[in-house]
């Protein structure tokens, strides 16, 4: 087992022997290249001669009740097939015999990943495509009936606001390590200011520009990625947090605050999100509290990551950095409802 991947806790040669097993017809030698960039699930490419997969398993240690669930993740994108651009599913394991945790296979689909929301490399013209088109991959998940899908029982129905406070204030309680002073004001603001509105809708949780793979050359959306937030949720819980870039500096995990928009070609906020209701026929706008509410989940998120680099399981390699943007991302919160 090479160094790299023994950090991992699992030996190659069992995943190879359990797919040729499970896939028969796999051809050549098994390569295994993890992919770096997340802070969430480890996520392998897993490429055979004749076939090429992802992989995505649980994290190796202890984790908090309900992070990481890849069955749900799975759950979802199979539902999904064929109705919106999603990977095709191809196994689950719940199992630790193979890798230590569960873990599931997908087809690796072929396109771009962009990392930074800026799109270094890409022509002005195309960037305002790219995130229009994201406002209407957007819309187009949020015009989808849960119980049509198979999904009717992905979540509990109303109360959504008021049950993810809970459940956000009890991973923030679980996760803490430091004192975050903002977070604690947001939890306490938002309990204190929950919208009436009780629309559900299959939500991702986590819609943002780097969870998108776009078309190899052109500016639209193959597949929506990472759906490890999904549930049964309020539809502008997505839509604040998929403006966040707008509101974060560069410095705070890649946002676009100060940049020159017009200049590189990026819609601003109210652009996005006006495309994003004209796609929608939303009529119901985002508030100061789905803002607030984004940026809480968000800190408590980055506050987790850091809880996981102190205790040295980790996902990412740069864990450690990342964990201090709990507190940035927590006071930007405070500014959407100051």
């Not at 796999?26 to 055979?48: D, K, R, Y």
């Not at 938002?190 to 939500?203: K, V």
């Not at 403006?243 to 946002?255: D, I, V």
């Not at 996981?308 to 940035?328: I, K």
Request: aromatic content about 10%; overall charge negative; hydrophobic content about 40%.
């Amino acid at each position: 087992m090479s160094p790299e991947l023994s950090a991992w806790g699992f030996e190659p040669q069992r995943l190879e022997q359990f797919l040729r097993d499970r896939l028969p017809g796999l051809q050549g030698a098994m390569q295994l290249e993890p992919i770096g960039g997340g802070q969430s699930n480890p996520t392998f490419f897993v490429t055979f001669d004749n076939r090429r997969l992802v992989l995505r398993k649980k994290p190796a240690g202890p984790v908090l009740p309900s992070a990481h669930a890849v069955d749900r993740e799975y759950r979802v994108m199979q539902a999904l097939a064929g109705v919106l651009p999603v990977p095709p599913m191809v196994l689950l394991h719940q199992q630790p015999d193979v890798l230590g945790t569960d873990f599931y296979l997908m087809e690796r689909v072929e396109g771009r990943v962009f990392n930074r929301n800026d799109l270094p490399g890409v022509p002005p013209s195309e960037r305002r495509a790219i995130y229009l088109a994201m406002a209407e991959t957007l819309a187009a998940l949020h015009s989808l009936q849960p119980e049509a899908l198979g999904l009717g029982n992905f979540g509990k129905p109303g109360n959504y606001f008021e049950r993810q406070i809970g459940r956000w204030s009890q991973q923030w309680a679980l996760s803490k390590t430091r004192e975050n002073p903002a977070i604690d004001q947001l939890l306490l603001w938002l309990g204190e200011h929950l919208p009436r509105s009780e629309e559900t809708r299959l939500t991702h949780g986590d819609f943002k520009l780097n969870n998108l793979m776009f078309h190899p050359t052109e500016p639209r959306v193959v597949a929506v990625l990472d759906w490890e937030l999904s549930t049964l949720g309020h539809p502008l819980a997505d839509v604040a947090f998929s403006t966040t870039c707008w509101r974060t500096l560069p410095q705070e995990y890649g946002g676009i605050a100060g940049l020159d928009w017009a200049a590189l070609g990026i819609p601003d906020e109210e652009q996005y999100l006006e495309h994003y209701y004209r796609c929608s026929g939303r009529t119901e706008r985002a508030q100061p509290f789905h803002w607030a509410f984004a940026f809480m989940r968000w800190a408590v998120i980055f506050e987790g990551i850091a809880a996981r680099a102190a205790a040295g399981n980790a996902v990412g390699d740069n864990a450690a950095e990342v964990g201090l943007l709990g507190p940035a991302l927590a006071q930007r919160g405070l500014e959407a409802i100051a």
